[in-house]
């Protein structure tokens, strides 16, 4: 089967576009049931810092999901604070339905082998629950939407798993399962990811079922090469998802101008 990602604009709405990208890669009954709990992993390492998907298009994500009887917006401690106040980002959402999830703080837990190391994941992240990873699109070569997976580790000392953070990744991939839907959210493109990051307008979005073909497409908009992105490599070497632009059908807006406008936005900001 043909990994699909939709690429499609943020203009006139987040909403809009999101309903658009989901026609575009195809429904997701299996998903949006009343039987499935959603958990929407949000990537915010520092919250003084805007490098982290929007309040619109989380907002898109949730809505999306209208039959699932729980959403968790979930984060976990790391060494700038707690999840619970990081999350606050998305506070506005907040419901008796779309509930903040911090994963540090879940006593309830599945014990997986990461590397070289047993750690307790929450269980809200295991099937049958639905995972939906969202992150922002960067120049960044140690990924995005699967770099994201890095913050299901509960505790703050996350530092230690960078020497083999491609490996790390992908044991936490295949240990919970996988990444049901994978979201981009180029409202901007960050082209570092120090705090006071440079950042330019993009008004893209980039939605799949295969994290790791959004990652591909991801990571050749932002001028990388993918197949020298560790991360990718490895899901290539374990025959996860897929990890060559030349097999993916990127759907909505024109591929080839969408590189060629990056090519542009990058060479005059960067």
Known sequence: MVSKVAAVSL???????FKEALKLIGRIDDLNTRERSVVVKVGVFDPKADHHSSVDVVDAITRSFNKAPQIYIAESDNYKGKGSERLQKWKPLFSERVVPFNLSEDTDTKEVKIVDEKIPLSHILFKPNV???THILRTYEQG???KNLLGMIPDRKKVRFH????????DI??????IDLAVLDGTYISLTVASKAKR???NVL???RDAVAVEVVGATLAGLTPEKVPVIREAMNRGIGESSIDKIEVVGESFASLKEEFRKL?????
């Open 200 to 202: 330019v307008a993009a």
């Open 144 to 146: 995005s939407v699967l």
């Open 206 to 208: 980039l939605v799949g």
């Open 11 to 17: 203009e006139p709405s987040a909403e809009q576009a």
């Open 173 to 178: 991939y295949e240990a919970i399962g996988g």
């Open 163 to 170: 020497k083999k953070l491609a490996a790390t990744l992908m």
């Open 266 to 270: 990058i060479a005059q900001k960067g």
């Open 131 to 133: 995972l939906v990873s």
